[in-house]
């Protein structure tokens, strides 16, 4: 057998034939993704205009559908209260919920409703006393000060003088 000899282009030739095979494929494979991602982007807006569109005509059946679950989960409390003997307030009084208030909410809190004292948010570290530290604006407190001192000379606990001073202080003169 005779080895043939390739001259140096021959080989370059065929490595160029290579990359463009190559190139080639990638272009074909690119092109083939791109197309599969519209379609798959088409179904994906079909699918949801089939469920928007079915959720718009369904919605008074949907909506009706809730509130009978929400009467018939109410119903069945009730009966299970009166099968125990007990009445909501009693329920409500129990150690349970003592100091607390009770929410019931819907949807994720787009409906609800709260039986109980009204919660107070958390408080701010008020150095041992049991209020609420918030904002206010400088005048409003100086005008409550002089509110309370008004009232503390209405009724005589303090003299016209003390006032008179109290009130020097606060304005600052």
Known sequence: MMASAQSPGTFTMRAKNDHNRE???KSIVLAHTILILHVLLLAGVGLLVLFFGGLVRYLVWIVLTGFLLAALGGYLFYRRLRREGRTLRDA????????????ISFLGGIASFRLGPPTRPPLLDA?????????????????????????LLEKKLITPEEYTTAKRRFFGE
């Open 127 to 151: 150095g041992g006393r049991d209020e609420m530290l918030q904002l206010e604006d400088p005048q409003a407190n100086q005008l409550r000060d002089i509110e309370i001192l008004a009232r």
């Open 92 to 103: 409500l009084h129990s150690p349970t919920f003592q100091g607390r208030a009770v929410e």
């Open 23 to 25: 190139g080639l494929f």
